[in-house]
């Protein structure tokens, strides 16, 4: 067990909804990454937050966004979704500068 | 931005022999090479991880080096053991105040056959 914690495990919805995944880093880290694996793309790193601003972005689609709260968990926000957004979603936390620990994901399916 | 290129994508060996990934980067900013072990259904596990400053790191039977002129890292594991087998994926970052976000290679599968 990493100390990072995601919700929900699961989550099936249709195309053109919208979902959001929750994830709680380990005690004392103040940074929080949201990466996407699909079968064909690998790890994709999303989005940074660190200590609740943003701190770099990647190939985050527009229908995207996520936010870190003042107790530093973070949720990310699916929209307009569709089927090639099923995938994997992992946060993984860190101290200031360290080593990343994943969380044990969300597996989105949209049918 | 940073590339990293991972190869074999799939790796199969007799149970005792050794493995090796290997990686490239393009970025001869980055300084961090951490690695994950993924087992199937299950979230990315860091095993070993190395920075720029030091060649070589070795924890009991996984090692890992770094050849910063040819930008190119290593994962060497010896002795394999079935439950060695995973997806085992290298990745690359620029280590930095307040965190560092990862770029990862695409995978290699490995399968110890015993």
Same mark, same amino acid.
């Given at each position: 067990d990493s100390g990072v914690t995601q919700t929900p495990k699961h989550l099936i919805t249709a195309t053109g909804q919208r979902v959001t995944l929750r994830c709680s880093p380990r005690s004392g880290d103040l940074s929080v990454y949201w990466y996407q694996q699909s079968l064909d793309q690998g790890l994709q790193f999303l989005i940074q937050y660190y200590n609740g601003e943003e701190r770099a972005k990647g190939n985050i689609l527009e229908r995207f966004s996520a936010q870190q709260f003042p107790d530093l968990h973070s949720e990310l926000n699916l929209s307009s979704l569709e089927l090639g957004d099923s995938a994997l979603y992992f946060?993984?936390?860190? &101290? +200031? &500068?360290? +080593?990343?620990?994943?969380?044990?994901g969300t597996r989105l399916t949209v049918t | 931005g940073?590339? =990293?290129e991972?190869?074999?994508s799939t790796l199969s060996v007799q149970e005792g022999d050794s493995a090796v990934i290997k990686c490239t980067y393009s970025d001869s900013a980055s300084n961090y090479f951490p690695w994950y072990k993924q087992e199937l259904g299950k979230r990315p596990?860091? /095993? /070993?991880? /190395?920075?720029?400053n030091v060649g070589e790191k070795k924890d009991q039977r996984i090692a890992v080096t770094l050849n910063k002129t040819a930008k190119h890292f290593s994962l060497h594991i010896t002795e394999t053991q079935p439950e060695d087998s995973? =997806?085992?994926?290298?990745a690359a970052s620029i280590k930095r105040a307040a965190g560092n976000k990862l770029t990862f290679?695409?995978?290699t599968r490995v399968l110890v056959k015993p």
């Open positions: 946060c993984a936390s860190s &101290v +200031e &500068v360290g +080593e990343q620990y994943f969380g044990p | 940073e590339n =990293v991972q190869h074999p596990q860091l /095993i /070993i991880d /190395i920075r720029s995973a =997806v085992y994926f290298c290679g695409g995978g």
